[in-house]
């Protein structure tokens, strides 16, 4: 915002907040498929290296980005009719739509 030279108001700030809840919720997905892959992993054969554990987080990471890209793009589907609309009020809710995508 400071590089744009925006000012920092409640609908940046709710914005914000937004971006927060988007990583959380992907940061839940990851760990709904990361969980099992370690467990199954580690009763395959266990860690011996750091290798060992980042080739299951790869594996889980390559599995979990169809519902990591089905959430974003539902979550910027939403803020579609934001970023678009011209109502009442949508002078202030446009500065959501636009620093959530």
């Known amino acids: 915002m400071f590089l744009l030279?925006?000012?920092?108001?409640?609908?940046?700030?709710?914005?914000?907040?937004?971006?927060?809840?988007?990583?959380?919720?992907?940061?839940?997905?990851?760990l709904i498929y990361l969980d099992p892959?370690?467990?199954?992993?580690?009763?395959a054969n266990p860690f011996h290296a750091l290798q060992d554990l980042i080739g299951a987080i790869t594996g889980v990471a390559?599995?979990?980005?169809?519902?990591?890209?089905m959430s974003e793009a539902v979550i910027m589907a939403g803020l579609l009719p934001i970023m678009f609309g011209d109502d009442t009020g949508s002078e202030v809710m446009r500065w959501i739509g636009n620093l959530t995508i």
Do not use: Q, T
């Not at 390559?62 to 890209?69: G, K, M, T």
């Open 5 to 30: 030279h925006y000012e920092l108001s409640i609908a940046p700030a709710n914005g914000f907040i937004a971006l927060a809840g988007v990583a959380a919720e992907f940061c839940v997905i990851m």
């Open 37 to 43: 892959a370690i467990d199954k992993r580690r009763r």
């Open 62 to 69: 390559v599995l979990s980005v169809r519902p990591e890209a």
